[in-house]
T-cell receptor, first 112, second 114 residues
């Protein structure tokens, strides 16, 4: 059974710091991995999707990497801003399935 | 981009009553819709997968008679929580597959059963 872990559960940093968010998964037979952002009481916004054959994806100040063999992904946020404050979720899609398995998320607070 | 509209965004109901949550795909046809539930400080957990015109597929441990899913059209899927109890209080969110392999999510429904 696939399990996705995100540690730590929460992080508070001053504005401007470069951040690394971690995600690990137990079953490497994944189809893809996605990072989402969730604002309080809101839905999910997809940030980056990495196919199992890819090593990384970039969008603006965000960079996500994937090491499938070790079951790890990192989301790098450059020059963090207060507007980046949100809960960040990591989810994997298993090969042969449409089911997404989510981590519990990491609540990020960027202080001005 | 593809948008899924979910209503209501929040609802408070009395124990024993039923609540219906709707998800509509606004600018695309969603042949498959996914329903998730999120308890506080827990992961989003898939409850069921609904396919237009056929019965939903429920995940293990999810009571299909309690959580009724209807996907009668390509743009609308509904989740009805029947005879709701306080333990059903949670955040419910729908998702639709958009292209391959992306997904788009509704804005979620916060259900509180009192």
């Amino acid at each position: 059974k696939q399990e996705v872990t995100q540690i730590p559960a929460a992080l508070s940093v001053p504005e401007g710091e470069n951040l690394v968010l971690n995600c690990s998964f137990t079953d490497s037979a994944i189809y893809n991995l996605q990072w989402f952002r969730q604002d309080p009481g809101k839905g999910l916004t997809s940030l980056l999707l990495i196919q199992s054959s890819q090593r990384e994806q970039t969008s603006g100040r965000l960079n996500a990497s994937l090491d499938k063999s070790s079951g790890r992904s990192t989301l790098y946020i450059a020059a963090s801003q207060p507007g980046d404050s949100a809960t960040y979720l990591c989810a994997v899609q298993q090969g042969g399935s449409e089911k997404l398995v989510f981590g519990k998320g990491m609540k990020l607070t960027v202080n001005p | 981009g593809a948008v899924v509209s979910q209503h209501p965004s929040w609802v408070i109901c009395k124990s024993g009553t039923s609540v219906k949550i709707e998800c509509r795909s606004l600018d695309f046809q969603a042949t498959t819709m996914f329903w998730y539930r999120q308890f506080p400080k827990q992961s989003l957990m898939l409850m069921a997968t609904s396919n237009e015109g056929s019965k939903a597929t429920y995940e293990q441990g999810v009571e299909k008679d309690k959580f009724l899913i209807n996907h009668a059209s390509l743009t609308l899927s509904t989740l009805t929580v029947t005879s709701a109890h306080p333990e059903d209080s949670s955040f419910y969110i729908c998702s639709a597959r958009v292209g391959a392999p992306g997904y788009t999510f509704g804005s979620g429904t916060r259900l509180t059963v009192v």
